[in-house]
């Protein structure tokens, strides 16, 4: 049936929402509350996912950059293992791990903090081990370039060890942190695969962007899914951009 012009049309000629009609409803595009819970839901994953990388991303970096072990080689293999790993199949063995018969599982259990897949906890552990690599990677590359020259000045100078790290290296190293919390935050706010293995689809709890706008685009609500891909896209340029306009080195070069 045709529609008749007083249905959709009002006397300004603009178009009201209705059943048969393709427009959407202004109301519509608009995000609603359950896009922006899961706006800060994923920013406050990353901020707490990039913080912790940092703590535990740095040593590890430190140790594959300084170190002449045999074990070097398997250690950053293991590191590295996310970037060509399918999420889905770090995140079912996450999942197995942290269920309740997996090691995992059973010791959160016996310390009565229960089971941590489909919680805000198990997404935090999910997107540390995923996001590893973007962390350490670059920080170890900046430690691998401070050379041993800067350290040796240090220590003739009686600095401990310690004070090296902290006063020499760490300082030379900038560059790669800001680096890594930049790419470690920029790919925790991208995950999916492993953020519904893991997280699954809870609302305010452990549904992310990703996760948000797959629901939007399975319930043909397009105009939603839109609004917070193209977020998506803008805070990704907007990241790229960043690492190559602060990025020192590519500065040297010009």
Known sequence: AEHKAGDVHGASGSCRPCVNCGHPSPTRIRMDSTDLAAVWLTLKLATVVTLLLLVVGTPIAWWLARTRSAFKGMVGAIVALPLVLPPTVLGFYLLVTMGPNGPIGQLTQ???????????????IASIIYSLPFVVQPIQNAFEAIGDGPLEVAATLRA???DSFWSVAVPLARPGFLSGAILGFAHTVGE?????MIGGNIPEKTRV?????YDHVEALEYTQAHWLSGGMVLFSFIVLMALYTFNPAK???R
């Open 251 to 253: 500065r040297k070069t």
């Open 209 to 213: 962007v990703s996760v948000q706008i």
């Open 160 to 162: 401990s060890p310690w």
């Open 192 to 196: 999916f695969g492993i953020v519904l």
């Open 110 to 124: 016996a310390l009565g903090l229960g089971l941590l897949p489909f919680t805000f906890p198990g997404l935090v």
